[in-house]
Antibody, heavy 118, light 107 residues
Framework: EVQLVESGGGLVQPGRSLKLSCAAS????????MAWVRQTPTKGLEWVASISTGGGNTYYRDSVKGRFTISRDNAKNTQYLQMDSLRSEDTATYYC???????????WGQGVMVTVSS | DIQMTQSPASLSASLGETVTIECLAS??????LAWYQQKPGKSPQLLIY???SLNDGVPSRFSGSGSGTQYSLKINSLQSEDVSIYFCQQNYDSPWTFGGGTKLELK
């Protein structure tokens, strides 16, 4: 059974950093692209970042470029999202998702809440 | 960015009814469209990919169609467990973008 389990969320002050992790199981992690997607009641679903199978290619939405870093450790079956210089508008539920052939998102984690507030 | 406009924003239908949700892309996305179902308090689940391919385990009453800029999700014989929010998503061009969602309720 495919499982994606996010961790690392919480309350953080503006300008500070947070690192999300996503532990994968039930499939050959290194064969799949991975992504992070966030959701808020006002903005809906927003793709945040994606990473290729080997980690050599990464992609970001403009609003997080230069502040967020997506990475993965195929030996640990885990992907990460390092979030620096956090802003209030980054407040959201963040989902880890699996992306076959860097296209649609066929499995999603349960989500982790990130709140950026002083 | 490619804009995805979903309609209607909300929909009320009776058990056994057929419902259709539309998604309009701001430019041709060449069938690189997925549909997701999100039940209350849960994460989204993939229903349809490449506009009309049914994901494994998804009931056959769900179907997708469309091309170019216009796509639709059809649910035949509505069941109580279909009460959800439905989203479309284009994965033709970065940044991937989602529709605003359609909230489906039972009448």
């Amino acid at each position: 059974e495919v499982q994606l389990v996010e961790s690392g969320g919480g309350l953080v002050q503006p300008g500070r950093s947070l690192k999300l992790s996503c532990a994968a199981s039930g499939f050959t992690f290194s064969n799949y692209g991975m992504a992070w997607v966030r959701q808020t009641p006002t903005k809906g679903l927003e793709w945040v970042a994606s990473i290729s199978t080997g980690g050599g290619n990464t992609y970001y939405r403009d609003s997080v470029k230069g502040r967020f870093t997506i990475s993965r450790d195929n030996a640990k079956n885990t992907q990460y999202l390092q979030m620096d210089s956090l802003r209030s508008e980054d407040t959201a539920t963040y989902y880890c998702a699996r992306s076959p052939i860097d296209t649609y998102l066929d499995y999603w984690g349960q989500g982790v809440m990130v709140t950026v507030s002083s | 960015d490619i804009q995805m406009t979903q309609s209607p924003a909300s929909l009320s239908a009776s058990l056994g009814e057929t419902v259709t949700i539309e998604c309009l892309a701001s430019e041709d996305i060449y069938s690189n469209l997925a549909w997701y179902q999100q039940k209350p308090g849960k994460s989204p689940q993939l229903l349809i990919y490449y506009a009309n391919s049914l994901n494994d385990g998804v009931p056959s009453r769900f179907s997708g169609s469309g091309s170019g800029t216009q796509y639709s999700l059809k649910i035949n014989s509505l069941q109580s467990e279909d009460v959800s929010i439905y989203f479309c998503q284009q994965n033709y061009d970065s940044p991937w973008t989602f529709g605003g969602g359609t909230k489906l309720e039972l009448k």
